[in-house]
Nanobody
Framework: QVQLVETGGGLVQAGGSLRLSCAAS????????VGWFRQAPGKEREFVAA????????DYADSVKGRFTISRDNSKNTAYLQMSGLKPDDTAVYYC????????????????WGQGTQVTVSS
């Protein structure tokens, strides 16, 4: 079993930055691919970014490409999502997810999920 805890959400003005963290416990973190997803009120959960176990490959949704950066530090059992140039449309609950098998955009591939952290971007 894996426990994921997201931190770093909050209220920020448009154009600002936030860094989300996802701390993992319960299983060797370096064996897990990590994805970030988000869900805005009244909308479906959507893919944001993903990173492979060693961090060699990353993938981003078109809507965040060039503004968000996913990374990980396996020595700290933590993944990060650095968000810059935030827009009101980025307002959502952000979830960290982990998979021991694969890396990608489909949320069904991820077995473990955090509780989410709220990001609110004001205009």
């Amino acid at each position: 079993q894996v426990q994921l805890v997201e931190t770093g959400g909050g209220l920020v003005q448009a154009g600002g930055s936030l860094r989300l963290s996802c701390a993992a416990s319960g299983r060797t973190f370096s064996g897990l691919a990590v994805g970030w997803f988000r869900q805005a009120p009244g909308k479906e959960r959507e893919f944001v970014a993903a990173i492979t176990t060693a961090g060699r490959l990353t993938d981003y949704a078109d809507s965040v490409k060039g503004r968000f950066t996913i990374s990980r530090d396996n020595s700290k059992n933590t993944a990060y999502l650095q968000m810059s140039g935030l827009k009101p449309d980025d307002t959502a609950v952000y979830y960290c997810a982990a998979s021991p098998r694969t890396f990608g955009r489909y949320d069904g591939w991820y077995e473990y999920w955090g509780q989410g952290t709220q990001v609110t971007v004001s205009s």
